[in-house]
């Protein structure tokens, strides 16, 4: 039968959709990266969004406040030469491959340091030395692209792979499904992780997609998929190496990130489509840094002080990023005519 | 020192909010991430939270405070170590908040006389020289073969691809099949699967697998069975390959071909028979050929394959099979952004491009028996477009006529109008005239088809009328 073909599992245990069981605790120092790392990317999108309440970031600004689990626990699955790729919601993903926070902020405020010389913004910065290719503001744009990635280390034969970030707002563009379709006919090296905030702008994923499950929107093509709880970085990286491992041995995979975005879709969104009570219940229940954190104190791998300092390195990590992105000159004029083509 | 809460824009449009009330304190603990205070803005309420952790302070701006503008001060939040005294000093002492506005304004270049202000780039193109380039495309003496237009593209690609491994073509039947119009025949078994590959039926996913393939630095060469499907394609052609390199601040760009046939062909109706080169034509980012010949078929594919620029290459089916004389060379290339002169003469310019060249041909030819000398200017480039050789004929001819198998309106002839308004004015003797498609979808009637394309006919009546002749 053709459904024996796929291998749709589910991670879903006892304690509810998406929750992981309980595994080993990896290392100190592990755990402190993943904490460190999901520390930057909060902070960093908290300055952001105070720099854009003062004007000094205009347009849309997406920020990746309640996700930072799924960036940070799949980067450390990937190896270097591996690509990533992802949407609009990006200034997480950039930072979670090792991306300048002072450059990413200056392309916010559109400077000249900015990683596109403050000509892309929010949306659009890429680093080819992080293997980072956006950064993508068309939905699911990236999924495409993503599998043409794959198939570069395909031609080549350089043994990388391609995580390809979207949303569940993109799981319901037709080129999704052309991609899936010629990712597994071709058996493209490739993760799909699908980033399900719940919320595809203000319309709730039930509104807005048929079927159960989005993790098993591969099955029709033979490619597996896999749910993990997007709270939780020890399960999305425990996740991360088992589908990285499949995509490089065995072509595509989908991973479903259950995940939440507490802040609005963009800054000019008051997130009127759902409860207080929900948002509430996600930051205090089932917040990625401070779940990491309980873990860590009671497990005695650190203490209140060595996390303290922690926060302020960040601190100032994100203001030292504040101040770099105001200082730095916006572009100066005759940049308008550069880029645009590459002179032979 | 206490921290200030700014009044904050909380949409790219909004310059003032009404506070509608605060959900904190004076003295209460804040936590980043903490909801403090609800504001209206033009669109919606929205809530405030705290980036800062302390004491909120002082209230400087209370409940129902309406007309509030972007980044006043709105609260004080103490530190940790911080008590009330220092609200004191510090209240008074708080620079005053810039306005959102501020940056952009102060920034702003006096724009009056700035060359980045001009439609055309920095650098106004240099004065229309009298003289063209005498340095011939062909080495004299080259030897030719009859090759058709089909033939030169295959030869144009398999060279390409002979000499760079990274580039590889893609598209629907181009390798089992042999191509749906044979233009790809023989590749797939001298260069394998690996590298001729087939697709689905799916224009919008291989077209952005293959710019994702550019941008990863392989080259590309996406062959759409017509330039009609390419639509399903177009936005990937255009906010994923035009766009990316402008958009990265020149970090990355995307080196590949989309290539295939385009215009009508013969009786395969209006969704089968449609002309995009002035479509593409509009974008910057993009490179647009549309050769004639089949010696600039070839040399104008081998250089859009090297060209580290996404390009739009526009063939005609009609043309496919059609045979012209190619140089014998080994690396035959031509220069991409440069038209060639078919045929001199003195009374009247008539440009044209891609299957229009023959019908402008043959209207010189007619032409000539009534002794008007045309001179018959191939674009051969779209984007960008030589309007240089278009102006140093038209400064001989004082006349021009623009002959498109597309739409009039916004057109290459509309295009070519304003250049001679801008370039040529004086040297102007008639208004400049265009021959195109009619304004309708492509009729399926065989009689019907005929008149809604460019006929000879139209070019020579159109040609006399700007010499006023009848």
Not at chain 1, 41 to 57: D, N
Not at chain 1, 275 to 289: A, L
Not at chain 2, 89 to 99: C, E, M, Q
Not at chain 2, 264 to 287: D, I, M, N
């Amino acid at each position: 039968m053709a459904t024996e073909r796929t291998s749709t599992r589910s991670r879903r245990g006892a304690s509810g959709r998406g929750q992981s069981k309980k595994t080993a605790l990896p290392d100190a120092d592990t755990l402190l990266a993943y904490y460190r790392e999901m520390l930057l990317l909060r902070r960093f999108e908290e300055k952001a969004g105070q720099l854009y309440g003062m004007g000094l970031i205009g347009g849309f600004c997406h920020l990746y406040i309640g996700q930072e689990a799924v960036a940070t626990g799949i980067q450390h699955a990937l190896e270097p030469g591996d690509t990533v790729i992802t949407g609009y919601r990006d200034h997480g993903h950039m930072l979670a491959t090792g991306m300048d926070p002072k450059r990413v902020m200056a392309e916010l405020t559109g400077r000249i340091d900015g990683y596109s010389k403050g000509k892309g913004g929010s949306m659009h910065m890429f680093a080819r030395d992080k293997g980072f290719f956006g950064g993508h503001g068309i939905v699911a744009g990236q999924v495409p692209l993503g599998a043409g990635l794959a198939f570069a280390h395909k031609y080549r034969e350089d043994g990388g792979i391609t995580v390809c970030y979207f949303g569940d707002g993109a799981t319901n563009q037709g080129q999704v499904y052309e991609t899936f379709n010629m990712a597994a006919l071709w058996s493209l090296p490739i993760v799909f992780v699908i980033e399900n905030n719940r919320y595809g702008m203000g319309t709730s994923q039930k509104r807005a997609a048929a079927g159960q499950h989005l993790y098993e929107r591969g099955v029709a093509y033979g490619i597996p998929g896999e749910e993990v709880d997007g709270m939780d970085v020890l399960a999305v990286r425990d996740a991360a190496d088992k589908a990285t491992a499949h995509a490089r041995k065995d072509g595509p995979i989908i991973l479903e990130a259950l995940t939440y975005r507490y802040r609005g879709h963009s800054m000019s969104d008051p997130a009127k489509y759902r409860t207080k009570d929900e948002v509430q219940e996600m930051r205090e229940q089932r917040d990625p840094i401070e779940q990491l954190k309980k873990k860590m104190v009671d497990a005695e791998v650190t203490d209140e002080d060595q996390l303290k300092a922690m926060d302020r390195d960040i601190r100032e990590i994100v203001n030292e990023s504040a101040r770099f992105a105001q200082d730095s000159p916006e572009p100066d004029p005759a940049e308008l005519w550069t880029d645009v083509l590459v002179e032979a | 020192m206490p921290i200030e809460i700014l009044m904050p824009a909380l949409s790219p449009t909004m310059t003032e909010g009404t506070l509608a009330r605060w959900l904190k304190s004076e003295g209460d603990e804040v936590t980043a991430g903490d909801v403090i205070a609800e504001i209206e803005t033009d669109k919606a309420t929205m809530e405030v939270e705290a980036v800062d952790e302390g004491k909120l302070g002082r209230i400087l701006v209370p409940d129902g405070s309406e007309h509030v503008a972007v980044n006043t001060p709105i609260a004080l939040i103490l530190a940790e170590g911080e008590d009330a005294t220092a609200l004191e000093t510090d209240g008074k002492n708080a620079p005053a908040p810039k306005s959102a506005a501020e940056p952009q304004a102060a920034a702003a270049p006096d724009t009056k006389d700035d060359p980045a202000r001009s439609s055309e780039g920095p650098s106004l193109p240099a004065e229309p020289r009298a003289e063209a380039d005498d340095v011939p495309e062909v080495p004299d003496g080259t030897e030719m073969t009859r090759l058709t237009v089909r033939e030169a593209l295959r030869d144009a690609m398999a060279e390409e691809m002979r000499a760079d491994d990274r580039v590889f073509v893609m598209g629907e039947e181009v390798a089992e099949y042999q191509g749906a119009y044979k233009v790809t025949q023989g590749l797939l078994e001298e260069f394998s699967a690996r590298r001729v590959i087939d697709t689905p039926i799916t224009e919008y996913g291989f077209a952005g697998l293959g710019v994702g393939a550019a941008m990863a630095g392989l080259r590309p060469i996406v062959e759409f069975m017509t330039w009609n499907f390419a639509m399903q394609a177009i936005d990937h052609i255009i906010n994923s390959a035009a766009k990316t390199l402008y958009m990265a601040g020149g970090e990355l760009g995307s080196p590949i071909v989309f290539r295939g046939p385009n215009g009508a062909a013969a009786r395969v109706a209006a969704q089968h028979s449609q002309e995009y080169s002035t479509w593409y034509g509009h974008c910057p980012g993009l490179k647009v050929v549309a050769p004639y010949s089949a010696a600039d078929a070839k040399g104008l594919l081998k250089a859009a394959i090297r060209d580290p620029n996404p390009v739009v290459f526009l063939e005609n089916e009609i043309l496919y099979g059609q045979s012209f004389d190619v140089p014998v060379l080994d690396d035959f290339t031509l220069p991409i952004g440069k038209a060639k002169v078919l045929r001199p003469g003195k009374d009247v310019t008539i440009t044209a491009f891609s299957l229009m060249c023959a019908r402008a041909l043959e209207a010189a030819e007619a032409l000539a028996g009534e002794g008007i000398e045309a001179e018959v200017i191939d674009l051969r480039t779209i984007r960008p477009l030589d309007s240089a050789t278009v102006v140093r004929s038209v400064m001989k001819t004082n006349r021009l006529v623009s002959v498109e198998e597309g739409w009039p309106r916004f057109g290459m002839g509309a295009e070519l109008a304003m250049v001679m308004m801008e370039d040529a004015f004086d040297h102007l003797d008639a208004p400049v005239a265009r021959v195109t498609g009619k304004d309708v979808p492509m009729p399926y009637a065989a009689n019907l088809e005929q008149l809604a394309l460019p006929q000879v006919p139209d070019v020579v009546e159109a040609a006399k009328a700007v010499c006023y002749r009848s």
